[in-house]
């Protein structure tokens, strides 16, 4: 299960076939909350750093790595 859970937080690209295999309720409930706890990180992230720029916290100077800045 430990390997399971651990595979699942790797983002796998694969054929649009279909999964045809078991599913597990205890791994498709880890991949959903996963998935949110990813979702709300990046908004979270994405908020203190509007909240940065905007507040004048952040050097707005001649800064040449803003796609970093939201990419990170």
């Given amino acids: 299960m ?3 859970r651990v595979a699942s937080l790797v983002p ?3 054929k649009p076939i279909g999964y045809t295999g078991p599913l597990s309720r ?12 990813t979702r709300t990180m990046r908004s979270f992230a994405e908020m203190v750093l ?8 952040a050097d707005r100077g001649e800064r040449t790595d803003w796609t970093e800045l939201g990419l990170g």
């Avoid at 205890?26 to 706890?37: C, D, E, P, R, V």
């Avoid at 509007?50 to 507040?55: R, T």
Wanted: proline residues 0%; without cysteine; aromatic residues 8%.
């Fill in 12 to 14: 796998i690209n694969h």
């Fill in 50 to 57: 509007v909240n940065l720029l905007m507040n004048g916290d």
């Fill in 26 to 37: 205890n791994l498709l409930g880890f991949n959903s909350f996963i998935t949110k706890l």
């Fill in 2 to 4: 430990l390997i399971s």
